[in-house]
């Protein structure tokens, strides 16, 4: 009698468990991935790749028209490169591209992209590169502030009332408030 209570216990305890695990397992939502345009881009990039084959290291400006921001990559880099900035803004390749016409530069956003490039280099080279204070380097790339979103979510913290002018720095017109 000692000894079957315990193993009454345990065995109790047990079948307890499992059953919610098993209900766990049933009634758990799947995950839902967040980048909801990525098999619209990979469809792009395979029809591509498939165009491409041979091609891959290649450097991409003998391959591709109007490379004025990647000169120098290959083909493969590019096209790596291109879906991950899609990954970090959520678009597919329409937002940029003509599907039909991909060196067609109609879309506004080409330079855009351009400019963001060239702002993200100069952000990593002259100014995150020299801080000091981390243990590696730090380095920020489209993801960090649009976050699989189109538009960044916010242009950073609104000053709360009169700010103060860094010493050197341009001076307020007359009557204005500091």
């Known amino acids: 009698m000692k000894l079957l209570l315990p193993v009454l216990f345990l065995f109790i305890g047990v079948s307890s468990f499992m059953s919610m695990s098993e209900q766990a397992s049933q009634t758990a939502p799947k995950a839902i991935a967040k980048d909801t345009m990525m098999l619209d881009r990979e469809k792009y990039?395979?029809?591509?790749?498939?165009?491409?084959?041979?091609?891959?290291?290649?450097?991409?400006?003998?391959?591709?028209?109007n490379i004025k921001s990647l000169k120098g990559k290959s083909v493969e880099q590019v096209l790596s490169i291109m879906n991950n900035w899609g990954h970090a803004l959520g678009v597919t390749c329409k937002f940029c591209h003509e599907t039909t016409n991909w060196a067609s530069e109609k879309s506004r956003n080409h330079?855009?992209?351009?400019?963001?490039?060239?702002?993200?280099?100069?952000?990593?080279?002259?100014?995150?590169?020299?801080?000091?204070?981390?243990?590696?380097?730090?380095?920020?790339?489209?993801?960090?502030?649009?976050?699989?979103?189109?538009?960044?979510?916010?242009?950073?913290?609104?000053?709360q009332g009169p700010r103060q002018r860094p010493e050197g720095g341009p001076k307020p017109p007359e009557g204005a408030k500091n």
């Open 45 to 65: 990039l395979t029809k591509l790749k498939d165009s491409l084959k041979g091609k891959e290291s290649m450097v991409a400006d003998s391959v591709f028209k």
């Open 111 to 159: 330079l855009r992209t351009r400019e963001m490039i060239v702002m993200n280099d100069r952000l990593n080279r002259d100014l995150l590169s020299q801080m000091k204070g981390f243990r590696q380097p730090v380095t920020m790339g489209c993801i960090s502030c649009h976050n699989e979103m189109k538009e960044p979510p916010h242009d950073g913290p609104r000053p």
